[in-house]
Every structure is written in C-alpha cells, then in structure tokens.
C-alpha cells in the first residue's frame, strides 16, 4: 500500500514500502577488524517524568538491544553519545547502565567498552582536581564492572582548562592510573559545541599536536582512539601518525566505508553510533572484508551512507532521535519515547525520509510493522492520503 510521507516543503509524496527485508544472519566473529557499535537506550514509556527529571529506562528492552548486536558478532560501545550522556542520561543512569550491560556481555560472551567522563559534576565552575576525581570515579566503576574504558571528552575539561599542558597533565593522570589499555575518545563540536577548543586549540592541527603527545607519552595504555571529527581526510593524517599498535576507531558517521577499508597504509577501526540501526547489514558487511573483498564490502555498506548522513545532520547532536526511531520501526522496541523527551527534536519531515531510506536499504526485519508504525506516526501528525 501506498505511504504518503511530508517533504521539508509541507507537499506529500507517494512511497510505495519494500515488501521484503534484506536477511543477514549472524556469522563467525571479524577477524579484520575490530567494530563496536555505540548503542542507544530504551525509555520508560510509562514513567511519570519530565525532561528535566533523571531517565527512566526500560532494562529489559535496553539489554535485549545490546544482544542482538552481540549477536550478530559487533562489540558494543556503551554509555556513550548514542545512550544520551549528557543529554537526558544523568552518571547515575550511566553507572546503572554500565553494571547492567558489562554483566550481560559476560553472561552472553559480548565485546563492551564504556564511556568515562565528568558529568555527575555540576553545571558551575569546577577546578581540575574535581574534573580529575570525576574522571576517577567513573573509571572506578567501568573498571570494577570488567568493562574496556573510553575516556570521553569531558565539558567540564573543556570549560577549565586554560590550555594544552591542563589536557596533557590530566590525561596524563588517568593513563598512569588505568588498570588496562583504554581508548581515547576525540568528539567534536558538531556532536556537542560545548566541546570547542579540546585538547587546548580551536585550531585543529594545534589540538592534534597535543592529542598525540598524550598518546605519545603512554602508549602502552592506549589501546586506540576514537575520533568523530566527520572530517575523513584529518582522520587519516591522523591515524597515519599514530604509535605502532594504537588503533584508530573511525567515529565518522559520514565517511565510515572507505576509512574503515583503508588504503595502502592503513585502515581504521570502528566505533560508530549509525552502526546501532546499522548493525546486521555492517557485521554482513566487514564479514565481507575479512575475506579480501574490499569492493563486496563497499557494494553493501556505501549504499548506507545516505541514511547515515541524513541522521546525522546539522543540528548532529541530534542524530539520536532517528536511531531511536529506526529502532521502534525494526521492532526492536515497543514504542518511539526517549529520556529527556528528545524523540522531539527532529521533524516529521526528517523522520519521514530516515523511514524512506532505511527502507530501501533493507533494514526492518518486517517490512509491513515498520509500514503500519510510520502510517501510525503520520495518522498522529494529522497526515492523511
């Protein structure tokens, strides 16, 4: 049956939905290359909150998620951008979340790293001994949880630190200390703008300098870096000049395919938030690769690109509304509600088109659920033929 779905310029256009998904099926671990997907929470749909008040989540459908991307071979990023740090998920929901998932990546044998940062400090200004406790805290619990450890940038760091030696002395503190090779985590500011000028310079190739020298100093506890720049070639550049056996993790929503394959000197890794609606047709994908067939493996993940770029774009902070979405419409969750109120932020327009190219792309197990969801969500919206 025909969908009419809103274009940015309020006219309806006809869709007519793919009757049958595409069918990856889970497969032998990568032995490629390493790939986590970072992976969003489910809501509370009947939790009597606010934005304002601390999450609710659904434990039983946010674990469930993680399972279905260990099923299918991906390592899951937790506590992260994607599961809303910052931006609806408080540390106490994040430290909940993180002792939940680790104990069920042991009991089902997953691959999971988690996210460090500062946010249980508060909004006023903070000196570098709290943001450094901060940091330690946290690592404290992602550590006892059995959990790899991702320092993320941290906003309150970025709000004290008066120039590269305040980055380079509190790295440099929580390097020594970590019990295990952590990965390092650049996020810029098109994913939060409250991130401008980390690792001491607005000038790029200045932050870069000082980024290096924190690895360069401790490369036996870096296991890698993650950097979500969108700039693939500053990526490169970067990842070319990295100490022997420090990985980079692509986090580059917009360029994933070709760095992720590489070139004559290199390749990255993964860990990327498109890969939550992603992640079968991905793991099928790097499957591919792990065999030498660079080109099989870009005929199925190039095509994603599109999608990935439309959620991801400008304000991107925001891309988490259409991963959330992409989820209720493949029935991985019963409803479209997110903490902090966020399944707002984007436009029926905006919404439309991520169904129209996930859609084509094959994504939803069953094609007629996400059909009569997204005729639901129109119908709600005063849409009608």
Known sequence: MTLHLPDAHGALRAYEPRTEPLAPTPGAPFTSRTVFSAAHVVADPYADVSPDSPAAVDWDATLAFRRHLWAHGLGVAEAMDTAQRGMGL???GAAELIRRSAAEAKATGGRIACGVGTDQLPGTPVTLAEVRA????QLAVVEESGA???????????ATARGPEDYLETYGHLLRQAAA?????????KFDPALEGYWGSSDLDAATDTFLDVIAAHPDKVDGIKVSLLDAR????????LPQGVRCYTGDDFHYPELIAGDDQGFSHALLGIFDPLGPLAAEAVRVLDTGNTDGFRALLDPTVELSRHLFQTPTRYYKTGVVFLAWLAGHQAHFTMVGGLQSARSLPHLARAYELADRLGLFPDPKLAEDRMRTLLHLYGVTP
């Open 90 to 92: 408080d540390w106490a």
């Open 234 to 241: 500053r990526e490169v550049a970067l990842r070319r000049r």
């Open 134 to 137: 901060a940091y330690e805290e």
């Open 181 to 189: 090779p952590v990965i390092l985590h650049w996020l810029g500011p």
């Open 148 to 158: 790899q450890a991702v320092l993320m940038a941290s906003r309150a760091l970025a």
